[in-house]
């Protein structure tokens, strides 16, 4: 997950939001309550899929150890620790892929560059920390088209840099910089495109523009400005994903009008203009972000939003392929997502029902799910 910053609104505007999204709030339960057993987790969060194909939820507790907790028939498992990454520096982020053989790869980043991942193998056994040097506080890892992983690592301080397996399941190469030192680093998302390629998308502080590069067959592009919104400063969150017709979206955090921006991909791989989710009015500041895929293909983008008293989430969908509906979705509720980074995170079941995670204030880890494919969601937040 990214770090995100809480935009402060002014006290007038503040009671004239909370007003009109708490009636909405209360219409939704409360979370069930928090079992005291279980760990505090600081984030950030992860969800990753184990070989059989279940949903595996990742955790930071202490800011240093990793828990994680397993989808089983009929619940889930007890939460198990990971241990700490062998690096002193507390985790700034977390991302978690597969290999070639199913089993899953989980790559962490420290607050001052280092960088560890821990594997679990097709048969289920975990392997124990290995380090990967330095990189940056921000990471992401994705399978290339012959399942071969490849990690993206940067940061404010630290240039773009990847290194990737050698083999498939097998080690990674040295550390190799993507970036010229000119283009920031605040916010990395990367994606394996349609067309099996990766595509990295970087942007952030001293720079209103975000860039993106693309694979190619014997390296990798320069790169592309994809420039900013009209009257747009700066942002807080960067993801990418395809549509149903197979183009990419890129969606970031308006830092300056607390609203979700998307940049869709035009015909023959060009982009568009920015289009603003918002709702009509001021928004309330945006204080974590995330995009999934439905089982038929439309994207929505989910949100937690500070409404002057707390936290809830709110959701955006595709009205079809390319187009949106400005309005926003309040029937999340409440469910105390800001925690001071605004975690929040959405995962496909194998059936393609969507699930939402996040990391409320007490610290404990809450979800959501579709009770059907593209359908209407579980009547309330529960304690994971």
Request: charged share 15%; glycine share 14%.
């Amino acid at each position: 997950m990214r770090r995100h910053r809480h935009t402060r609104l002014t006290r007038g505007l503040q009671m004239v939001v909370a007003v009109a999204l708490a009636a909405c709030a209360l219409l939704v339960p409360a979370p069930t309550p928090a079992n005291a057993a279980d760990p505090p987790f600081t984030g950030p969060l992860a969800v990753g899929r184990t070989p059989e194909g279940r949903l595996d939820v990742f955790a930071v507790s202490g800011g240093r150890t990793v828990y994680h907790k397993v989808q089983i028939p009929g619940g889930w498992t007890t939460w198990y620790t990971l241990g700490a990454p062998p690096f002193p520096e507390a985790i700034s982020d977390i991302d978690v892929a597969n290999n070639q053989n199913g089993g899953e790869e989980l790559v962490v980043a420290g607050e001052e560059g280092s960088i560890a991942f821990r594997r679990l193998s097709a048969s289920g056994t975990w392997g124990g920390w290995t380090s990967l040097g330095t990189g940056g506080d921000l990471v992401e890892i994705v399978a290339n088209a012959d399942g071969r992983l490849e990690i993206f690592a940067g940061g404010l301080r630290w240039d773009l840099s990847n290194r990737w397996q050698t083999t498939p399941n097998g080690n990674y190469s040295g550390r190799h910089d993507l970036g010229d030192g000119t283009i920031p680093v605040e916010q990395l998302t990367v994606i394996k495109a349609p067309d099996n390629r990766l595509q990295v998308f970087v942007g952030g502080t001293g720079s209103a523009s975000m860039y993106t590069k693309r694979q190619l067959a014997d390296g990798w592009s320069g790169w592309a400005n994809l420039g900013a919104p009209p009257g747009y400063t700066g942002y807080d969150s960067l993801k990418v994903a395809a549509n149903s017709t197979g183009a990419l979206e890129l969606f970031a955090v308006d830092r300056d009008l607390g609203a979700i921006v998307v940049k869709p991909q035009a015909a023959g791989g060009s982009w568009g203009s920015w289009v603003r989710l918002r709702r009509v009015g001021v928004p309330p500041p945006v204080v974590g972000m995330t995009v999934g895929a439905m089982a038929n293909g439309r994207l929505a983008v989910f949100a937690c939003i500070f409404d002057g008293i707390g936290n809830l989430i709110v959701q955006w969908t595709q009205a079809g392929p390319a187009s949106w509906n400005h309005e926003w979705d309040t029937s999340h509720g409440a469910v105390g997502c800001g925690n001071g980074v605004g975690e929040v995170e959405v995962a496909r079941n194998a059936d393609g029902r969507l699930e939402l995670f996040t990391l409320h204030d007490n610290r404990r880890v809450y979800h959501r799910w579709q009770l059907t494919p593209n359908g209407t969601w579980s009547p309330n937040w529960r304690y994971l």
